[in-house]
């Protein structure tokens, strides 16, 4: 075995030197990222739509059905609206559809919301404020009021489900105005018409 030269003793000191510091700065490197760590969580987030649902107490019954009706007769009647909605909203009421046979210009109507009352029974209904203006002709009610932008007697849900709302109608057949043969004219004549409760959410 030949025993290194001192020239080749050199040469290892000078290689070991580096490679210790180099070993030595791995070891540094790798204790430093040995740190201690801590994480938290919220889990399970999720986004779901709420819902809009009306209802009301007519168990599909009209609220008025009245025949042999004659001038200046006059009645009332009341329907409970129910919002089932998750959401807040508003409730506004309009007149959707108007059958015109003879007597849409001389059935006026006014409405009130308030609570207390059934269906097609105003006993124990309290207004929560007045009429909307003057008694409007069946007519008149469709032309200014047809479309959920120009409903009235605007109703703010919570978004509570069973909030309710109840509507009275008090109806007349109004011939003020009118001649003998004018009046005698609408005899045999009739008009109906469709009235809708439209909730919207509200942001």
Not at 73 to 99: F, H, K, W
Request: proline fraction near 5%; glycine fraction near 10%.
């Amino acid at each position: 075995m030949h025993k290194p030269t001192a020239r080749t003793r050199r040469l290892a000191t000078l290689i070991v030197g580096p490679t210790a510091i180099l070993v030595a700065g791995l070891l540094v490197w790798n204790g430093s990222n040995a740190a201690f760590t801590a994480t938290t969580r919220n889990t399970g987030n999720n986004w779901e739509t709420g819902s809009v649902l009306l209802s009301d107490d007519d168990l599909g019954a009209a609220a008025f059905r009245v025949s042999g009706v004659v001038p200046g007769q006059t009645g009332s009647r009341c329907i409970v609206v129910t919002s089932e909605s998750t959401v807040p909203g508003e409730v506004r009421m309009y007149v959707d559809t108007i059958g015109a046979q003879g007597l849409e210009n001389n059935i006026t109507i006014s409405m009130e919301s308030g609570s207390g009352g059934s269906f097609a029974n105003c006993t124990g209904f309290v207004p929560d404020a007045p009429p909307v203006g003057p008694a409007l002709s069946l007519a008149a009610a469709a032309a200014s009021s047809n479309s959920y932008a120009t409903g009235i007697l605007p109703w703010a849900t919570t978004g509570t489900p069973g909030e309710t709302k109840t509507y009275r109608a008090t109806w007349t057949f109004d011939v003020t105005g009118l001649t003998q043969t004018q009046i005698d004219a609408l005899q045999g004549k009739s008009a109906s018409a469709d009235v809708v409760w439209e909730l919207q959410s509200t942001l």
